[in-house]
């Protein structure tokens, strides 16, 4: 599965940014997309998912100011992050996981874009 994301960028404290990621894939099914970021020194985080069908999940603390939606015939997702904050600083990583005809699973990864929020 190739992931194709955009938006990001620099915000204010207090802004707004929207993320997409668009994946395309053959001869798999897509079962569930989402972000993850990582700030430097830190680990990776769950920021959102969505499964196929609209099911979501959130990092607890993120809950309430991000919201994750999507397009299940586009095999997109969208992130819109509201009252950003310097913490949120951080490279959002796109992922797909995904089904074979063998029920196989994997998940396959964005490139990373990386969200700046600072004054």
């Known amino acids: 599965v190739q992931l194709q994301a955009s938006g990001g960028g620099s915000a204010q404290p207090g802004g707004f940014l929207r993320l997409s990621c668009a994946a395309s894939?053959?001869?798999?099914?897509?079962?569930?997309m989402g972000w993850y970021r990582q700030a430097p020194g830190k680990e990776r985080e769950l920021v959102a998912a969505?499964?196929?069908?609209?099911?979501?999940e959130y990092s607890d603390s993120l809950k309430g100011r991000f919201t994750i939606s999507g397009d299940d015939a586009k095999s997109t997702v969208y992130l819109e992050m509201n009252s950003l904050r310097p913490e949120d600083t951080a490279v959002y990583y796109c992922?797909?996981?995904?089904?074979?005809?063998?029920?196989?699973?994997?998940?396959?990864w964005g490139q990373g874009t990386q969200v700046t929020v600072s004054s």
């Open positions: 992922f797909a996981r995904f089904k074979t005809f063998r029920d196989f699973h994997y998940t396959d």
């Open positions: 894939a053959s001869g798999v099914e897509i079962i569930r």
């Open positions: 969505r499964n196929t069908g609209g099911s979501t």
